[in-house]
């Protein structure tokens, strides 16, 4: 399996980009006032892709999962809904670059709700990071100011962070010591949130000012057009999108799994740029954007922070060498061996359910931050004890 690692990685640079084209070019042609149609198009695509994706690991279905509460997927999967929908309510004012740079907000975001509701605490570095990665997304958005028509969709795709931040800090929260199938979570919250979608149709007069009754006939010719298949232009820009998607997110997984957190990361980071200058391709016809002197400012600046922030994961921390000892005659009893895990099947230790803030994913990546852990928790992880340090 190891030799499939440079081909994924490869895949994942292909569809990097594509992700955020396709979003942007699906959405623009629905138009803001069939945002919320094109959302639940998008959903109900999740659904039916996550049926077929779940189908294939049935078996690794437990009983006890079957069995477990569900309310906690419908608060994620609102919370979700939230940020999906203000995603699309700013996705067609917004231009594509500023849409890639405008997730980095993502970091910061979950950064401060971590802090405030797990009382997590970060190191300069992911502080100094994340204050530059929001300098950058400044500089980015500064131009769009100058056009009024443009200030409110930003401010609204910016928006989408939020909710997206508070999503994954209660994952990490509520099933970080819980046995779940990743795929059997991400079906549940899909299935939420196409019908949280409908609950928040009125959101769609709000932002446009459209009368309820002429948004819903709107809602409806569009369903009608998917329908009998005379929209099928746009409604494939949709498909597309959803494929991709769950494409990038199993490659990024298996790169995980292959090539670790350091390798994943490192490749997320690369993705930054060709997305951001991929909408300039004259290839993108009527959808290309000139790429002006303040996008690649202000890519720099979030490169650099976020490199600064995530090089305080990647960095190895030091431990005792009797500490190490102690791990490995624990690990060694326990027969524990990482590298044979699936990333996607329940664990019965403690994980980080982690989204890569590149991208609004779907789908949950579980990452063991083993190398930031302390000697104690290290020991703690593989059912050991810690010995005093040297």
Not at 10 to 26: F, Q, R
Not at 49 to 76: F, H, N, Q, W
Not at 156 to 184: C, G, Q, T
Request: aromatic share 8%; net charge positive.
């Amino acid at each position: 399996m190891a030799n499939m690692l440079v081909p994924t990685m490869c895949l994942m640079l292909a569809v990097g980009p594509s992700n955020y084209i396709l979003y942007k070019i699906a959405f623009t042609s629905y138009g803001a006032s069939s945002a919320l149609f094109a959302m639940q198009m998008v959903n109900a695509l999740f659904v039916v892709y996550g049926a077929v994706a779940l189908y294939a690991v049935r078996g690794a279905i437990t009983d006890e999962m079957r069995a477990s509460s569900k309310v906690p997927y419908a608060l994620m999967a609102l919370l979700d809904c939230l940020g999906g929908l203000c995603a699309a309510l700013g996705a067609a004012r917004t231009p594509g670059q500023l849409q890639t740079l405008l997730s980095q907000s993502l970091v910061p975001c979950t950064m401060v709700a971590s802090a405030v509701f797990l009382k997590t605490r970060y190191g300069a570095k992911k502080k100094l990071g994340a204050a530059i990665i929001l300098i950058g997304g400044a500089i980015v958005v500064a131009p769009a100011f100058r056009e009024s028509a443009e200030t409110s969709a930003v401010l609204i795709y910016w928006a989408s962070n939020i909710p997206m931040a508070l999503s994954a800090v209660y994952k990490e929260w509520r099933f970080a010591d819980s046995e779940v199938h990743v795929l059997y979570l991400t079906q549940y919250v899909s299935c939420f949130q196409l019908l949280f979608g409908f609950l928040l149709f009125p959101a769609q007069c709000l932002t446009d000012g459209l009368p309820l009754g002429t948004a819903t006939r709107t809602f409806l010719d569009d369903a009608v057009l998917v329908a009998t298949g005379a929209d099928a232009y746009r409604t494939s820009l949709l498909a597309l999108y959803v494929l991709n998607n769950f494409i990038l997110n199993t490659s990024g997984i298996v790169v995980l799994k292959l090539g670790g957190a350091s390798l994943t990361a490192i490749l997320y980071a690369v993705l930054l740029p060709l997305s951001t200058l991929a909408f300039g391709a004259p290839i993108l016809g009527q959808y290309q954007e000139p790429i002006v002197a303040t996008t690649l400012i202000g890519l720099a600046v979030v490169l650099v922070g976020f490199s600064l922030y995530e090089s305080d994961s990647l960095v190895p921390k030091e431990v005792s060498l009797r500490g190490v000892a102690s791990a490995a005659v624990a690990l060694r009893r326990r027969r524990f061996d990482v590298s044979e895990q699936d990333p996607l099947a329940p664990r019965r230790r403690r994980v980080h359910v982690h989204n890569q803030p590149a991208f609004h994913e779907r789908l949950l990546l579980p990452i063991l931050r083993v190398r930031s852990r302390s000697r104690e928790a290290l020991a703690e992880l593989i059912g050991g004890t810690p010995s005093p340090s040297v």
